[in-house]
T-cell receptor, first 113, second 114 residues
Framework: EAAVTQSPRSKVAVTGGKVTLSCHQT?????MYWYRQDTGHGLRLIHYSYVADSTEKGDIPDGYKASRPSQENFSLILELASLSQTAVYFC????????????FGPGTRLTVL | GQQVKQSSPSLTVQEGGISILNCDYENDMFDYFAWYKKYPDNSPTLLISVRSNVDKREDGRLTVFLNKSGKHFSLHITASQPEDTAVYLC?????????????FGKGTLLTVTP
């Protein structure tokens, strides 16, 4: 069965530290996405990618970088973690031409102290 | 501002009734509309999606209605069951160019009471 996995599943980071969240998909999908979920905000798109070695800014990219080294892998990088980045982060993938059907990973709960 | 808006943060329906979840959007370019379901501490899963060339789509107990002139779409769940209790997220996207992404609403918590 196709799957999107995320690591770590939870993390506690210190303010100002670097955090890398990883996503791996076995769906053979071209498109990958990073979202954050906060109470009262729903899902907000941070970065996305159509193809390996290329990323696009989403709706809230400030404070985040993304990396897509291969079709299967998509990372979200917080160079200088801040308290406001405490949230649950979801990765998702979709087929080319059917981006409305996104398959989500289990999420990573990030706490920045 | 919010491009996709769910004005009701919560909705309670009795078992067996019809649940109606609403979503409004601002962007005229949106041509792809979807509803996702999310249980607490789980990830969202797609329920149903429609393109703008139809104004209604049914799938079992689920029906999506699309009103393009009113920039509004809704999800109707018939014969609602307690296991339908979850957060429902609407989403919209604009295809064409390089814009292959969805914008989500904040969600509506549906509670179905026995």
């Amino acid at each position: 069965e196709a799957a999107v996995t995320q690591s770590p599943r939870s993390k506690v980071a210190v303010t100002g530290g670097k955090v890398t969240l990883s996503c791996h998909q076995t769906n053979n999908h071209d498109y990958m996405y990073w979202y954050r979920q906060d109470t009262g905000h729903g899902l907000r798109l941070i970065h996305y990618s159509y193809v390996a070695d290329s990323t696009e800014k989403g709706d809230i990219p400030d404070g985040y970088k993304a990396s897509r080294p291969s079709q299967e892998n998509f990372s979200l990088i917080l160079e200088l973690a801040s308290l406001s980045q405490t949230a649950v982060y979801f990765c998702a993938s979709s087929e080319r031409g059917n981006y409305a059907e996104q398959f989500f990973g289990p999420g990573t709960r990030l706490t920045v102290l | 501002g919010q491009q996709v808006k769910q004005s009701s943060p919560s909705l309670t329906v009795q078992e067996g009734g019809i649940s109606i979840l609403n979503c409004d959007y601002e962007n005229d370019m949106f041509d792809y509309f979807a509803w996702y379901k999310k249980y607490p501490d789980n990830s969202p899963t797609l329920l149903i999606s429609v393109r703008s060339n139809v104004d209604k789509r049914e799938d079992g107990r689920l029906t999506v209605f699309l009103n393009k002139s009113g920039k509004h779409f809704s999800l109707h769940i018939t014969a609602s069951q307690p296991e339908d209790t979850a957060v429902y997220l609407c989403a919209a996207g604009a295809s064409g160019g390089s814009n292959y992404k969805l914008t989500f609403g904040k969600g509506t918590l549906l509670t179905v009471t026995p």
